[in-house]
């Protein structure tokens, strides 16, 4: 009887640790389709300027415990791409030296806005963390804009530039096909040529004709 209560314990107890995991799989899943998914450091849930082995050790606890393999959660794809995609750029030098200079600049514009050094000591606080994170999300909010913007600027004067191209193509066909039509009536403009030359000639022999007077 008391191995049968034993049992009866550990199962529960098991049941009970897969329950936690199953919540901790969704908590986790939830945070990160919450997370501003333009802060690859928000989506990882890492604080800007951590090293690179971070960076790899963190990606893979998060991939480990959201893969979509491990969980029935129907949102684990999504957020797992949006784990991997956030792993991605902050593992590419150059997105990670643009992230890490917006949010930069989100920090000296919070302090510029309220007139702060960078020794007061309002910058220590958890309500300035708050605000600087808010001030970061505009900042790149407005720079992704601004990217987007270049990117449409860019296409229409690709665009532009292949209809250009397309125009000067069609007219270099043109040219060559008049040359080649040209070319193809040459036999017949000279043959027509010579005959209108040859009635020029025969017409002048009888104004010539015409011309003399009879002799006597």
Known sequence: ???????EDKDALDALEVEAKEFDKDAEIDRILRAFRLDAYAVLDLQPGVPESDIK?????????????????????????????????????KHRERLDEA??????????????????PELKTSDFAKKW??????????????????????????GRELRKQDADLEERKR???????????????????RTFQKGKSTDGDKKKKKKLKPIG
């Open 175 to 193: 040219k060559r096909q008049h040359e080649q039509d040209w070319e193809a009536t040459r036999d017949e403009r000279i043959s027509s040529w």
């Open 57 to 93: 050790i963190t990606y893979r606890k998060k991939s480990l415990l959201i893969h979509p393999d491990k969980t029935k959660n129907p949102q684990a794809p999504d957020a797992f791409d949006r784990l991997k995609k956030a792993q991605t750029e902050l593992m590419d030098e």
């Open 1 to 7: 009887m008391a191995a049968d209560d034993s049992k």
């Open 133 to 158: 994170r808010e001030k970061s999300k505009e900042v790149l909010i407005d720079n992704e804009h601004r990217r987007r913007r270049q990117i449409k600027a860019q296409m229409q004067e690709e």
């Open 103 to 120: 949010i930069a600049d989100a920090r000296m514009l919070l302090i510029r806005e309220n007139k702060w050094t960078v020794d007061s």
